[in-house]
């Protein structure tokens, strides 16, 4: 599924990433990477932008790249 | 290895158009100062070079390499970059800055160390003469995380200072670094082993520096030799090479930890649509209530200010010049122009403190990311939000914060409309047109300040192009930091005086020249004067905004220099004050809000678009603007 998909608050683990060239170098340096946990932290208007969290850093990115994340769902025990 | 040593001489080589200052060719240290986003290499070199660049809390404030010397040192701050594999345009042209160091500073902050390492293995990689400098400890102490530098001295095999810039800058003069503990079992080191047996590069640092000789020496240029192989050979993959920074190997987490990851309450409200553009839309009416509010603080000091300046300093003036040439020169020229716009200080300085408590505090960083789906409507991104709101400081220097877009189109496209963003200038010119008929502007200047923002915004709409991306960090937000705040807002008001004394007082000085002499160099009433003459030709084209007198439309026209000019010519040519009809004054507010910004905004997109692009946005521009002033005097006339 991909990070779109989550809710806010939702953490998941990046199982692949289907992007090359620019945009994936870029994610890749703010630690998008195959096993990394991300937080989704908020959406913004119009849900065009997620605000993921990866370890410390704090990342917006549009639907059309943030789709190509594949992500599958931690659970969070109650 | 012969080869690759000629390659680092030839580095060497390359470095020299940065090292010669005019004809003093002398052998100069240059230190760049590279590193991520949003580090801090403008504060910081602003701190170590005494300068006084643009900084701020958002990623992407620099856009352009800037060096300054300082003895024999060369600083050179370049705008941050990820990798050498750049994404946007300010990322190449890091890389190549970096190319010619002798010395990089990576400025690394201790928030988000670990992507940071990413960039430091490649740095140590390209050049052994790598020092890490950790920037925002005292955040990541708040944040209750820790870093150990001398453990990641010795984990990179290079310097790891976290003292202050003042320290720092006594180190790299005497060249005394502190000595590396290399940390043989260390995983994140790069290509020890050869950099060990080329005499370490830490020792060859603090040898060849000593008495401000090149930094490089033998050693140093072996270890550069070595380190240059592997990239050589790995060649644009080394950047993957390098190891992921997400596997913390055990080494590092002794050496750092970058505390708690979850947001903190007040962060989440930001974050949150709804909250974020209330928040920024009642800051904005907060602080022009404020600014223009007649009982409130910026009004109140500005008539002090104009009362002292004009009527007291100006008024004292007038009683001890004897010549009628002299006095009307001095008191109704300089004094009552440029004089004028320079009682507007007070309230410049409230408005640009507000635009710097947002910037610094990581609001703006935070609306950015909440207002993209705006943006994404007129096929911009939330980045253009930073562009737009600097507009409101500086047109010119909100043009060259389109750098760090990706897509050329929406690059265009902001430059384009940013002429709509009412800068600091116009707020002395809105002022005088709506004064004369309002007792209170408030509202009027609230209504003109957010037509700009949203003309600004649905015209890009209309401007065809490709769509820009969005991958952009997003900063924390947290208490702005008072001394990055009060040396911003030091810095822009001291640029705004500079401006109003020196170039808008010569303006004053030639417009007064003009409107008191006539052909014959005579002195004469301003009725029979040079300026009018020629002022008379142009009048027309402003007949159907219901301006029929020539001093306006010269003051009008004297904007295009700058905005402040509008205003001090108005006081100067029109002492008895303006008298204006409703529709007049709303015809003139309409002009000026959309039509071209000044010529250093026109020279600021030259330099990012080209001439051709330009004449032509301006030239649009202007026959709109006067079209709506046409429109806007037609149909309040009406009423």
Known sequence: MGVFDLRVGDSATIVKINIDGGAYERLHCL????GAKVTVLSFSLFKSCVLLGVGQTRVAIRRGVASLIEVSPIEVSP | VKFLSCIAKRNQHCGKPITQKGEGAKAAKVVVLAGNPNAGKTTLFNALTHSNLKTGNWHGVTTVAKQKWVGDIVFVDVPGMYSFNGY???????????????????????LTLKNSLNLTRQLIKKNG????YLTKQKALRNNGGFVDAQALSANLGVPVLDCTAKQLKKMLESGSLPKVEINKSGDLSVGLSSRLSASGSAGGFVGGSAGGAPVMSVGGAAVMSSGGASVMSAGGAAVMSAGGAAGLSSELSKAYSGGEATLKKWERLFYNKYFALLFFVAAMAF???????PTMLGAFLKDALENLIVRGFGGWLYGRLQNEIVRSFVCEGII??????????????????????????GIMSALSFVTDGIFEKVNLSGRAAFSLISGFGCTAAAISTTRGYVNDDARKRTIAVLPYIPCGAKLPVFLTFLSPLFKNPFPAVCVLYFCGLALSVVLSKFLKGGEEEMITEITRVGAPQLSAVKNKLFFYVKGFIIKVTTYVTIFCMASWLLSHFNWQFKFVEVDKSMLCAISRLVCPIFYPMGI???RIAYALITGFAAKENVAATIALLIPEGLSLSLAQSLSLCAFLLTCP?????????VKEVGFKLTAKINAVQLALSFMLAYAAYFLVGLL
Do not use: H
């Not at chain 2, 946007?88 to 201790?110: F, P, Q, T, W, Y």
């Not at chain 2, 910004?597 to 997109?605: K, P, Y």
């Open chain 1, 31 to 34: 630690g998008f990477q195959a």
């Open chain 2, 548 to 550: 029929r007198d020539w």
């Open chain 2, 129 to 132: 003469n790598v020092i890490v």
């Open chain 2, 88 to 110: 946007s345009m300010e990322e190449g042209e890091a890389a190549r800055a970096i190319l010619k160091a002798d010395v990089i500073i990576n400025v690394v902050d201790c």
């Open chain 2, 287 to 293: 602080t022009f209530f404020v600014t223009f509010y």
């Open chain 2, 336 to 361: 009552a122009g440029a004089g004028g716009v320079l009682a507007f200080i007070p309230q410049i300085t409230i408005l640009y403190l507000f635009l710097t408590l947002l910037d610094e505090s």
């Open chain 2, 597 to 605: 910004a000044c010529i250093s905004a026109f020279a600021a997109s």
